[in-house]
């Protein structure tokens, strides 16, 4: 009997336990109906394909919250108990996103929950939110983690969190980021960043939408990747084909891109509030092919509206509105600075270009040089850039609403978009 528990003990080790990877999976969205009822057959064909982790996808909620509350909310106990039901057979682990009606005295909140199913179909984590705000007196959660029988410890994020949350305090090196952030703002997009926050955290991150941080395989109906258990050091940045971090446009200070001059190459400063984005530009081409472009170079800091409430925002950015096909604008070279908050703060490199795509030849690495942090960015050629950005993040000032004043300890933050050269394997120091 001994003898036959060490057997069975190291054949699970081979399988699970003592592998350095494991095989994450997710919907892929553009293949149509993700809705609840077809829950079960997406749990089978991930598990088809030998996935440890699947995360089923989140419900639109295109509609309002009392529209999607009369349409969809009742049925809570039928979705986890089909989730549990499926999961039995299937054995593997399962994440959702569900929303259920919480009902007090003469009122009601809608709660939006992350939900974690084991390989037995028990619910072992469960990170919990009002849609709204709260009326009821429900315990929520600030965080989730949990820990699987292959050896990885996952934190539990909702799409927000990537925003709101300081990166300073994550210690996970795996992430699953799922739920629909109920506010709608303009620009600063949760779901468009998850990219960019993986890419700087040097996170894995399960999404319901994507897989950062490994190769992917598009499989009937779902997307599979293989992941390192020890996170995501030598991962491309996947760029986005929608805007990101712009946000009101009228918080900006902001200048048109001098194309005639960038050809020959050229510098120049945007500020606001005394924080400064320096710009130098070289394009191949003085004048674009494509009649109409424009690009405009900003500076922003301060704070931004983010749902309820307020975010602490340092931004410098390079952008065009035009976004079909290519804007016909070789960009040579392109690199941006700026003097950046230092202590309780973060920046992020944004690219959004006319498709998504991940960008080859990228370096990206941070140093501290007499308290200041140096981000550099190089990247080949391109004519399909649409958006070249730092977004900062300044901790200190959420939910504060006062003007950026300078600080005495500060970073310099650079980025650089220059023709590629053979410049080695990608570089990250451990900024996050």
Not at 311 to 337: A, R
Request: charge should be neutral; proline fraction near 2%; include cysteine.
């Amino acid at each position: 009997m001994a003898l036959m528990k060490v057997v069975v003990f190291l054949a699970f080790c081979h399988l699970v336990l003592c592998r350095n990877v494991y095989k994450a999976a997710v919907v892929d969205i553009t293949k149509g109906d993700v809705s609840s009822k077809n829950y079960v057959s997406l749990i089978e064909e991930a598990a088809k394909y030998d996935a440890d982790i699947f995360i089923l996808p989140t419900q639109d909620l295109s509609k309002s919250s009392s529209e999607f509350c009369e349409n969809c909310i009742d049925n809570y106990d039928e979705i986890t108990r089909t989730i549990s039901n499926a999961v039995k057979k299937a054995k593997i682990y399962v994440v959702a996103h569900v929303y259920e009606k919480v009902r007090c005295d003469k009122a009601e909140d809608l709660v939006r929950s992350n939900l974690v199913f084991d390989r037995n179909g028990e619910i072992i984590s469960v990170y919990r939110k009002p849609f709204t705000k709260a009326t009821c007196n429900v315990t929520y959660s600030n965080t989730a983690t949990f820990t699987s029988d292959f050896g990885v410890t996952f934190g539990i994020l909702m799409k927000e969190d990537i925003f709101l949350k300081n990166v300073h305090d994550i210690a996970s090196q795996n992430y699953i980021i799922l739920g629909t952030w109920p506010h709608l703002d303009k620009g600063l997009s949760p779901s468009h960043f998850v990219s960019y926050w993986a890419f700087s955290t040097k996170s894995n991150v399960i999404s319901t939408s994507n897989i950062y941080g490994a190769e992917t395989k598009n499989r009937e109906n779902i997307i599979v990747g293989e992941l390192s258990k020890t996170g995501n050091e030598q991962s491309q940045l996947l760029s986005t084909s929608t805007s990101t971090i712009l946000g009101d446009l009228n918080q900006y200070s902001s200048k048109v891109l001098d194309l005639k001059r960038s050809a020959q190459g050229y510098q120049d400063t945007v500020c606001q509030k005394g924080f400064c984005c320096h710009f130098h530009v070289k394009t191949q081409d003085a004048v674009p092919r494509r009649p109409g472009t424009t690009y405009t170079l900003k500076a922003h800091a301060g704070v931004m509206s983010f749902g309820d409430r307020a975010i602490g925002t340092e931004i410098c950015s390079i952008s065009t509105s035009f976004s079909e096909n290519n804007t016909n604008i070789v960009f040579e070279k392109l690199s941006i600075s700026g003097n950046f908050s230092n202590e309780n703060a973060a920046q992020f490199p944004v690219l959004r270009t006319t498709s998504q795509t991940a960008i080859e030849g990228l370096n990206f690495y941070q140093r501290s040089v007499l308290k200041q942090n140096e981000i550099k960015l190089q990247v080949n050629n391109r004519d399909d850039l649409l958006e070249f950005s730092i977004f900062g993040r300044d901790y200190s000032k959420d939910t504060v609403s006062t003007i950026f004043q300078n600080s005495t300890d500060v970073s310099v933050v650079v980025i650089y978009l220059l023709p590629f050269k053979a410049i080695g394997p990608l570089q990250r120091t451990n900024a996050f």
